[in-house]
């Protein structure tokens, strides 16, 4: 089976082809001639992901899926949030980490959740998928592994953030592989 997965981003091509198999050929927004920026104005994680899903199938007519995920902190009233990627008003990894840890200076309560939401599309027909993973944000940045904000969260029950990870630990446990394995699940009653 042939689906687009609405990203150019390579990280997450890579966690998700790496999580769906080898039934199935993942193209990306690039593949399918889609150049422009995706729609994300709903102010919801769950919201945006349908958002860019639809406008996928809308105007390229092809079976896809999109996703959107964010940190919610809860000392910062769910912030980043649907915001993650550009919480320093730009998509440097780096300075949205600096924002983050500059507004829990003094704070104790460092709870927080990665949630991602994809939202599949097949042949029009849409279906969504959570994944959470809850944990804790570190005082710095600890691993080179990951992406975003990998270096200061620490998945419960561990001891190490998800920068210290290999893929496939964090492949395992990730909010994003746990979206994922309701979306491969769902798939794969749909090809047997």
């Given amino acids: 089976m042939t689906l687009c997965f609405a990203t150019n981003n390579a990280h997450k091509l890579e966690e998700v082809a790496h999580g769906l198999g080898d039934a199935f050929t993942l193209q990306t927004l690039k593949d399918i ?5 995706l729609p994300e104005t709903t102010g919801t994680i769950p919201g945006n992901s349908r958002q860019k899903a639809g406008y996928v199938y809308k105007h390229f007519g092809v079976s896809c899926f999109a996703d959107d995920s964010g940190l919610e902190v809860d000392a910062l009233n ?7 990627a550009f919480y320093s ?3 440097d990894h780096g300075k949205n980490i600096e924002k983050l840890l500059r507004n829990l200076t003094g704070v104790t309560n460092r709870r927080a959740r990665f949630r991602t939401v994809f939202t599949l599309i097949l042949h029009g027909v849409e279906h969504q998928f959570e994944g959470i993973v809850e944990g804790t944000i570190q005082a710095a940045p600890r691993g080179s592994g990951g992406f975003g904000y990998d270096p200061v969260f620490v998945p419960e029950g561990y001891d190490r953030t998800f920068a ?8 395992k446990i990730s909010h994003r592989a746990r979206a994922l394995a309701g979306l491969t699940a769902y798939l794969n009653q749909q090809i047997h």
């Fill in 33 to 37: 001639g889609c150049n422009e920026e």
């Fill in 78 to 84: 769910g912030e980043p949030g649907v915001d993650s």
């Fill in 89 to 91: 008003g730009t998509r």
């Fill in 164 to 171: 210290e990870m290999s893929l496939e630990e964090k492949n």
